[in-house]
């Protein structure tokens, strides 16, 4: 257990509204990544963070802004929701002091888009 | 483009017997491998991992065997279990910056009792 919580667990928007998901993990990790998951598709990169306000884009940040002000928190906000976001969105982390290390993941937020 | 290929959707396997899983990858650039269980409503669980200075990774009924020229890892699970039914997931990483890992499409292994 990597110590990594999500929340909401489940949320329906409908197109257009804001959506902010949130990564919450108890273990000083440096090192947090956001995905989504999709059939056909696998897991894709959505944004990563290496650190308090350090963050980066990764395969499909297109839609998707983060924010992580405090060690312990990984926002993942959707400015304007779309359908084609609908999807799993996981939360991962690192547990060695790199990012060169085996990641952990939480137990995933489904949101639905109308 | 799909970095990370595994090709056989699903795979049914009779318990007892040995479950086969594979993995093609392009990137020449990956070094590192890893598998991750997924059971339903559940976040990916690590399960097994190789650097690409091996070429074989052993951890109780799991082995991971790598193929660098091929371009090709596999799972191994010996003996099969019903409790090994999931899907699987293969990943890949290039160990730069921050170790992004790139995910294959996933294999549904059903252990048939």
């Known amino acids: 257990d990597a110590g990594i919580t999500q929340s909401p667990r489940h949320k329906v928007t409908e197109t257009g509204t804001p959506v902010t998901l949130r990564c919450h993990q108890t273990?000083?990790?440096?090192?947090m990544y956001w995905y989504r998951q999709d059939p056909g598709h696998g897991l894709r990169l959505i944004h990563y963070s290496y650190g308090v306000k350090d963050t980066d884009k990764g395969e499909v940040s297109d839609g998707y802004s983060v924010s992580r002000s405090k060690t312990e928190d990984f926002l993942l906000t959707l400015e304007s929701a779309t359908s084609s976001q609908t999807s799993v969105y996981f939360c991962?982390?690192?547990?060695?002091?790199?990012?060169?290390?085996?990641?952990?993941f939480g137990p995933g937020t489904r949101l639905t888009v109308l | 483009d799909q970095q990370v290929k595994q090709n056989s959707p699903s795979l049914s396997v009779q318990e007892g017997r040995i479950s086969i899983l594979n993995c093609d990858y392009t990137n020449s650039m990956f070094d590192y491998f890893l598998w991750y269980k997924k059971y339903p409503a559940e976040g990916p669980t690590f399960l097994i991992s190789?650097?690409?200075?091996?070429d074989k990774n052993e951890d109780g009924r799991f082995t991971v065997f790598l193929n660098k020229s091929a371009k090709h890892l596999s799972l191994h699970i010996v003996p099969s279990q019903p409790g090994d039914s999931a899907v699987y997931f293969c990943a890949a990483s290039d160990k730069t910056g921050a170790n992004n890992l790139f995910f294959g499409t996933g294999t549904r292994l059903t252990v048939i009792p």
């Open positions: 190789i650097s690409s200075i091996k």
């Open positions: 273990e000083n990790h440096r090192y």
């Open positions: 991962a982390i690192t547990q060695g002091a790199s990012g060169a290390d085996t990641q952990y």
